[in-house]
């Protein structure tokens, strides 16, 4: 999912941090460090993830839209200018803004907020705002929470204790509260300096930023790949105790189906799956000559000229037109398939189904499924004409959509009210 990085360059970022008696360090300077080190990992192991910048005091500006170049992210927090008083509200609705002008309301985010937990001073300080947000209007609704899914990080340039001594430390929970708690308040453990800003930021690393690797399994097939975006646990509203539930790192392929069959289905979340050089190792290049360099060949010429088990399967899966259903977890599945990025090129992704042992009602219980061969005869008929499964006949209307498009139970419910009340019309729900 996209980020947005939002830098505070109000004064109060320029207070001076002694470092081991020597020389003083800002505290934007500590959290220009940080926010290297944040894009450093991400250029190693998140390329994928579009990143923005943006810089806010009393006002709010996009410094680089969204991005992929990590290079001019970095260029940018080096030309970082000091601005006036803080103004936390109005730099979220700069967020609200840029983030639905590049992605709509429906796309996830992740907002990390990197502050110093002060609060600002008069009409625009985040205590004025959340003391006011419940007697606005509807033109001046506090951001929060926003129309898109969102994950706050907010990385306070202060240890705990000082933002204890005011009450900095509950304004700041009553903001991530407001952005539906999803997220997480972290800050700097003992002195402010770089080893403890270092430290805060590879937390958040580790909790939102950590790249997620499996083994995909086939018989006696396997092949390690990275998953990206991380999936993310979720949570089961009908469960009596409601639990997290998580993909395992051992995804297991249990059968494939065709494409006709699996139709559209509904599912929760897709996923890029890449395949990955597990031996990490650099090659280490003695005092020998250049005939025995040559002679060697290195270890990532090695692993290209190895067979892959992922790249065999997407080949595979794009010629055959088929999907590979893929177990997540104890009842718990997904599907693999080849999605074509343009006219050349063609990615192996992974959806996500509802966890469940029936996730898709036409085909019945997932583990109930078996190879045609063991049939009486063949279910698809001596012309592959027939269907085991209740689907939709192959005729297809002048009007019809290509794909099936899922909507909300509550917007379904508002149009079959709006068909009932015209009676003429009523024969569309038949």
């Given at each position: 999912?996209?980020?947005?990085?939002?830098?505070?360059?109000?004064?109060?970022?320029?207070?001076?941090?002694?470092?081991?008696?020597?020389?003083?360090?800002?505290?934007?300077?500590?959290?220009?460090?940080?926010?290297?080190?944040?894009?450093?990992?991400?250029?190693?192991?998140?390329?994928?993830?579009?990143?923005?910048?943006?810089?806010?005091?009393?006002?709010?500006?996009?410094?680089?839209?969204?991005?992929?170049?990590?290079?001019?992210?970095?260029?940018?927090?080096?030309?970082?200018?000091?601005?006036?008083?803080?103004?936390?509200?109005?730099?979220?609705n700069g967020v609200s803004n840029v983030v639905q002008q590049e992605w709509g309301s429906a796309?996830?985010?992740?907002?990390?907020?990197?502050?110093?937990?002060?609060?600002?001073?008069?009409?625009?300080?985040?205590?004025?705002?959340?003391?006011?947000q419940k007697h606005r209007g509807d033109d001046k609704k506090f951001p929060l929470p926003f129309?898109?899914?969102?994950?706050?990080?907010?990385?306070?340039?202060?240890?705990?204790?000082?933002?204890q001594m005011t009450d900095a430390m509950d304004n700041l929970e009553e903001l991530l509260r407001?952005?539906?708690?999803?997220?997480?308040?972290?800050?700097?453990?003992?002195?402010?300096?770089?080893?403890?800003?270092?430290?805060?930021?590879?937390?958040?690393?580790?909790?939102?930023?950590?790249?997620?690797?499996?083994?995909?399994?086939?018989?006696?097939?396997?092949?390690?790949?990275?998953?990206?975006?991380?999936?993310?646990?979720?949570?089961?509203?009908?469960?009596?105790?409601?639990?997290?539930?998580?993909?395992?790192?051992?995804?297991?392929?249990?059968?494939?189906?065709?494409?006709?069959?699996?139709?559209?289905?509904?599912?929760?979340?897709?996923?890029?799956?890449?395949?990955?050089?597990?031996?990490?190792?650099?090659?280490?290049?003695?005092?020998?000559?250049?005939?025995?360099?040559?002679?060697?060949?290195?270890?990532?010429?090695?692993?290209?000229?190895?067979?892959?088990?992922?790249?065999?399967?997407?080949?595979?899966?794009?010629?055959?037109?088929?999907?590979?259903?893929?177990?997540?977890?104890?009842?718990?599945?997904?599907?693999?398939?080849?999605?074509?990025?343009?006219?050349?090129?063609?990615?192996?992704?992974?959806?996500?189904?509802?966890?469940?042992?029936?996730?898709?009602?036409?085909?019945?219980?997932?583990?109930?499924?078996?190879?045609?061969?063991?049939?009486?005869?063949?279910?698809?008929?001596?012309?592959?004409?027939?269907?085991?499964?209740?689907?939709?006949?192959?005729?297809?209307?002048?009007?019809?959509?290509?794909?099936?498009?899922?909507?909300?139970?509550?917007?379904?419910?508002?149009?079959?009210?709006?068909?009932?009340?015209?009676?003429?019309?009523?024969?569309?729900?038949?």
């Amino acid at each position: 999912m996209p980020t947005v990085v939002l830098m505070d360059v109000s004064l109060s970022m320029t207070r001076p941090v002694s470092l081991d008696g020597s020389d003083e360090f800002q505290r934007k300077n500590l959290a220009v460090h940080g926010l290297n080190m944040l894009f450093e990992h991400m250029a190693s192991n998140y390329r994928l993830e579009f990143t923005s910048l943006m810089a806010f005091s009393s006002l709010w500006e996009l410094l680089v839209p969204f991005t992929r170049d990590y290079n001019a992210l970095q260029e940018a927090l080096g030309n970082l200018e000091d601005y006036d008083k803080t103004c936390v509200e109005a730099a979220l609705n700069g967020v609200s803004n840029v983030v639905q002008q590049e992605w709509g309301s429906a796309c996830p985010c992740q907002v990390v907020l990197v502050t110093d937990g002060s609060l600002g001073i008069g009409k625009g300080s985040l205590r004025h705002s959340l003391q006011t947000q419940k007697h606005r209007g509807d033109d001046k609704k506090f951001p929060l929470p926003f129309p898109f899914p969102t994950k706050l990080f907010i990385m306070s340039v202060a240890n705990a204790e000082e933002l204890q001594m005011t009450d900095a430390m509950d304004n700041l929970e009553e903001l991530l509260r407001l952005s539906g708690g999803d997220g997480q308040i972290f800050t700097m453990e003992g002195p402010l300096c770089m080893k403890s800003v270092q430290a805060m930021f590879g937390r958040l690393i580790d909790h939102a930023y950590s790249p997620f690797h499996a083994v995909l399994h086939c018989g006696n097939l396997s092949s390690d790949v990275q998953v990206f975006p991380r999936p993310e646990p979720i949570v089961m509203d009908e469960e009596v105790e409601p639990m997290p539930r998580s993909v395992n790192i051992d995804l297991e392929i249990v059968g494939f189906i065709e494409i006709a069959d699996i139709s559209s289905p509904p599912v929760i979340s897709r996923h890029l799956v890449l395949p990955i050089n597990v031996n990490k190792e650099v090659d280490e290049v003695g005092t020998g000559t250049t005939d025995e360099l040559e002679e060697e060949p290195s270890a990532s010429q090695m692993a290209g000229k190895s067979p892959n088990f992922c790249v065999l399967l997407h080949g595979s899966l794009k010629v055959e037109g088929m999907v590979a259903l893929v177990q997540l977890g104890p009842e718990w599945y997904g599907m693999l398939y080849s999605q074509a990025d343009s006219k050349k090129k063609s990615n192996l992704m992974m959806s996500l189904f509802e966890p469940g042992p029936e996730p898709l009602p036409w085909l019945g219980k997932i583990t109930h499924l078996g190879p045609i061969s063991e049939a009486a005869e063949n279910p698809y008929g001596e012309d592959d004409s027939k269907s085991p499964f209740p689907l939709q006949p192959s005729a297809k209307r002048s009007y019809a959509q290509n794909v099936t498009v899922w909507i909300k139970a509550s917007g379904l419910q508002v149009h079959c009210i709006f068909v009932f009340l015209i009676k003429h019309n009523q024969t569309i729900l038949c």
